[in-house]
């Protein structure tokens, strides 16, 4: 599975980096999104090697991703690599100011292991179904912070 969207943001590439890099707005263009929970690091000055937990809800039934920072380049560059029992999928978040007040953001997610549930999941969800999914929370995150 890979999936990828970009978008322009209307916003500076700070505020645009910012926005997007707060726990506390995870919940509001994640979909099923939970809670986060720090595990390593110091969560107002991430670093590489960091990591954290991000539980979502799906049906009813919680699970838990752990996050680790792999590469971290403010404000420009960010991936991490979430991992739960079901899969395993590298996050990769580019950012580019294209003018003061312009910035485009490039989100991705690849799978890179999936576990036999999923694999049998996966036969019942289209890839662009998750590529739909995954453009909606991005689009929803741009109108976050154009609203801002």
Not at 1 to 20: A, F, G, H, R
Not at 97 to 123: H, N, Q
Request: contains cysteine; hydrophobic residues 35%; negative net charge.
């Amino acid at each position: 599975m890979d999936l990828s969207c970009e978008v322009i943001i209307d916003k500076p590439l700070q505020e645009v980096w910012d926005y997007t890099n707060n726990p506390d707005h995870l919940k509001l263009w994640l979909n099923d999104f939970v809670r986060y929970e720090q595990l390593t690091g110091d969560i107002n000055n991430p670093k590489v090697g960091d990591t954290s937990n991000h539980t979502y809800d799906q049906n009813g039934k919680e699970f838990t991703m752990k996050e680790e920072i792999v590469a971290y380049n403010p404000p420009n560059h960010l991936t991490l690599f979430m991992t739960c029992k079901m899969f395993d999928m590298n996050v990769v978040n580019d950012f580019e100011a294209l003018s003061p007040d312009k910035t485009r953001l490039v989100a991705s997610a690849k799978t890179v292991r999936s576990g036999f549930l999923m694999k049998i999941m996966m036969l019942f969800m289209t890839n662009s179904k998750m590529q739909k999914d995954h453009e909606r929370q991005i689009n929803k995150l741009k109108e976050l912070i154009e609203a801002t």
